[in-house]
């Protein structure tokens, strides 16, 4: 169980265009979702966090116009990407936590999205 | 001063050798620990938590010292499936309502080598 995939996996784009990923939670209803990007060499930086129904809460310095979240059910959370640049390009991963899933504190990461700008 | 931090390595290690990490982290107030494996272009796997107690799973223990503010993970009999990039993970803090965000160290890479 507790299995969250995202979609696509990987995305090759010209830049000014926009990219939508999706993360979805295929086996448990996912009360808290949370964004994080990865550059090559470098730790997970979370984004973002939402919760279903509510507005997305973003980590400073991550521009919320830019990089669009909705959750609007349970087990869909999407990013999109709007304008994408080459400095965007990077390794997108999800997560999801749900009630009674895992321990108090677990996450389950989707296997993520590599976004490469032209 | 980043809020968890790991030796980034790389640690290049024989097969059957015993590893070692470290992580030390900032915020005293830090509720939930654990480690967990990312394998290259993939996304991070739980490994396992970390308890105050220490705790093992199989060849690999997990060491909590809250006074130091330190985790380790010990790797006994390592494998060549063991190579991965490392992740030191913690909670910081426990926040109201159903959100817990995890903050991760940078990884320290393990190769094993035949």
């Known amino acids: 169980g507790a299995v969250v995939s995202q979609h696509p996996s990987w995305v090759i784009c010209k830049s000014g265009t926009s990219v939508k990923i999706e993360c979805r939670s295929l086996?448990?209803?996912?009360?808290?979702m949370f964004w994080y990007r990865q550059f090559p060499k470098q730790s997970l930086m979370l984004m973002a966090t939402s919760n279903e129904g509510s507005k997305a809460t973003y980590e400073q310095g991550v521009e919320k116009d830019k990089f669009l979240i909705n959750h609007a059910s349970l087990t869909l959370s999407t990013l999109t990407v709007t304008s994408a640049h080459p400095e965007d390009s990077s390794f997108y991963i999800c997560?999801?936590?749900?009630?009674?899933?895992?321990?108090?504190?677990?996450?389950?990461f989707g296997p993520g999205t590599r976004l490469t700008v032209l | 001063r980043k809020e968890v931090e790991q030796d980034p390595g790389p640690f290049n290690v024989p097969e059957g050798a015993t590893v070692a990490f470290n992580c030390t982290y900032s915020n005293s107030a830090s509720q939930s620990f654990f480690w967990y494996r990312q394998d290259c272009r993939k996304e991070p796997k739980l490994l396992m938590s970390v308890y105050s107690s220490g705790n093992e799973d199989g060849r690999f223990t997990a060491q909590l010292n809250r006074a130091s503010q330190y985790i380790s993970l010990l790797i006994r009999d390592s494998k060549l499936s063991d190579s991965a990039t490392y992740l030191c993970?913690?909670?910081?803090?426990?926040?109201?309502?159903?959100?817990?965000?995890?903050?991760f160290g940078s990884g320290t890479q393990l190769t094993v080598l035949p």
């Open positions: 997560s999801a936590r749900g009630r009674g899933q895992g321990s108090y504190n677990e996450q389950f």
């Open positions: 086996d448990f209803q996912a009360t808290t």
């Open positions: 993970v913690v909670n910081p803090f426990i926040s109201s309502g159903s959100a817990r965000q995890l903050t």
